[in-house]
């Protein structure tokens, strides 16, 4: 089965760079969320779209930017790195607004920022 | 924001046996959900409970709602080295997702 698709895999990127993540969710999903998950910690909540609207937004700095696209992937961008933005980013993808579905993660993007 | 609580944030048990993790909320929870994070990997859905005093069952793990649905707990019979890794409770029902912190379970072979 299709699962969620994020690119890259990997990213380095020095501070004060510009970087973006791009998330490709499983066919027919219509909602996409961005996780960001740092060592040892929980992931925490960045933001999310419904049918290409903003749903609902967390924890994101305003250093970052995010928007889903009219065929349903996400992209997540981010300017001005800092070293704390060195983390793994999850997108995660259901159906339906809101969380009364499971969510399906990519297999994630691991950021260093150097 | 609310987030449920988890306990224990690790747990390290000899295989063969069992292992329990609960979560916790001051609140009434819509649905919870239980989710696995293996080393390096992603988190991995397991479960959702939505009814009052739920008990659902996947071979050697038993998942249970509260009656007062402010509370869950999985527990894993007689683990096996496969088990390790982290696994999170979330707090559904809303436009998004709220994990719990986890519990960090390794299993000593």
């Known amino acids: 089965a299709a699962g969620v698709i994020q690119s890259p895999r990997h990213l380095i990127k020095e501070k004060r760079e510009t970087a973006t993540l791009k998330c490709y969710p499983i066919?027919?999903?219509?909602?996409v969320y961005w996780y960001q998950q740092g060592p040892g910690q929980d992931p925490q909540f960045l933001i999310s779209?419904?049918?290409?609207?903003?749903?609902d937004k967390g924890s994101i700095p305003d250093r970052f930017s995010a928007q889903q696209f009219s065929d349903y992937h996400s992209e997540l961008n981010m300017s001005s790195l800092e070293l704390g933005d060195s983390a793994l980013y999850f997108c995660?993808?259901?159906?339906?607004?809101?969380?009364?579905?499971?969510?399906?993660f990519g297999n994630g993007t691991r950021l260093t920022v150097t | 924001g609310q987030q449920v609580m988890q306990i224990p944030q690790y747990q390290h048990v000899q295989e063969g046996e069992d292992f329990t993790t609960y979560c916790n909320s001051s609140?009434?929870?819509?649905?919870i959900q239980w989710y696995k994070q293996r080393p390096g990997g992603h988190p991995v859905f397991l479960i959702q409970?939505?009814?009052?005093?739920e008990v659902k069952k996947q071979k050697r793990l038993t998942f249970q709602f509260g009656e007062a649905k402010k509370n869950s707990s999985l527990h894993i019979t007689a683990t096996q080295t496969t088990d390790v890794g982290t696994y999170f409770c979330a707090q559904g029902g809303s436009e998004k997702l709220v994990f719990g912190k986890g519990t960090k379970l390794t299993v000593n072979p």
């Open positions: 995660a993808s259901n159906v339906g607004t809101g969380s009364n579905s499971p969510l399906h």
């Open positions: 779209f419904y049918e290409k609207m903003q749903s």
């Open positions: 066919p027919r999903h219509d909602t």
């Open positions: 609140t009434t929870l819509s649905n």
């Open positions: 409970l939505v009814k009052s005093g």
